[in-house]
């Protein structure tokens, strides 16, 4: 199976990705199911959750929360995470019986924001997987991110971490049967490009400053 677990829409200030136009494009990609972890709202998937019609197909609903030390994401998700402080937020994960994955942790970025602050491993214990391949990332960041999980021994994801239409699809992570077991038993593999990477990062920024609005790339 191959999952894409880390993808945007509109609804993160980031992105122009429409709910249904990520839906279309990860099915056509090749994706088997898709997470969608918008920016600090679960709006984006829900409305890609109750669009998908399709029994074969897997959407599952996350949500990438900015703390205190940076991004995590949290799968299998039944209501928005409310708070902001890094252990209230693992805490509320757990308490639906969530997965807590930390995304793009090593990245080489002159925003602080995308950087994992905590040294996870002091946290290695309450997250369930690191994001080891981001298609986002710089040349050798994923290759960090691999070697930190290596040597830890936690489960490793791959995402596309997607804004935009091109970049569905860049990166996914590969298991057999299911995910939530796949990932507590360390059986996840991942692959992808990170081909398109600082550019959909460039598009995001533009995003943010509402230099575009109309167009979909």
């Known amino acids: 199976m191959k999952y894409d677990l880390h993808n945007h829409t509109h609804h993160s200030p980031c992105s122009n990705l ?14 088997n199911g898709i997470a969608v972890t918008d920016h600090n709202t679960m709006k984006g998937a829900l409305e890609v959750k109750k669009l998908n019609k399709d029994k074969d197909f897997k959407v599952i ?13 949290g799968l299998y998700l039944q209501k928005e995470i409310k708070s902001s402080e890094l252990f209230s937020v693992i805490d509320e994960i757990k308490a639906q019986d969530g997965l807590i994955i930390i995304p793009h ?5 002159t925003n602080s924001t995308h950087t994992f602050k905590y040294k996870i ?18 040349p050798g960041d994923n290759e960090k991110s691999q070697a930190v999980a290596k040597r830890l021994k936690i489960a490793g994801t791959g995402g596309s971490d997607a804004h935009f239409r091109f970049e569905i699809g860049g990166a996914y992570t590969i298991f057999e049967g299911s995910l939530r077991r796949a990932i507590k038993q360390r059986k996840t593999g991942y692959d992808g490009t990170i ?3 600082p550019f959909g990062g460039l598009l995001s920024f533009l995003r943010r400053r509402r230099c575009f609005n109309q167009f979909h790339f």
């Open 18 to 31: 429409k709910p249904e136009v990520l839906l279309k494009f990860a099915k056509k990609k090749g994706m």
């Open 121 to 138: 491993e002091k946290i290695k214990n309450k997250i369930d997987a690191i994001e080891c391949f981001n298609a986002r990332m710089l």
């Open 105 to 109: 942790p090593l990245r080489s970025s």
């Open 195 to 197: 081909l398109y990477g």
């Open 61 to 73: 609903l996350g949500e990438e929360v900015g703390t205190n030390y940076g991004d995590v994401i």
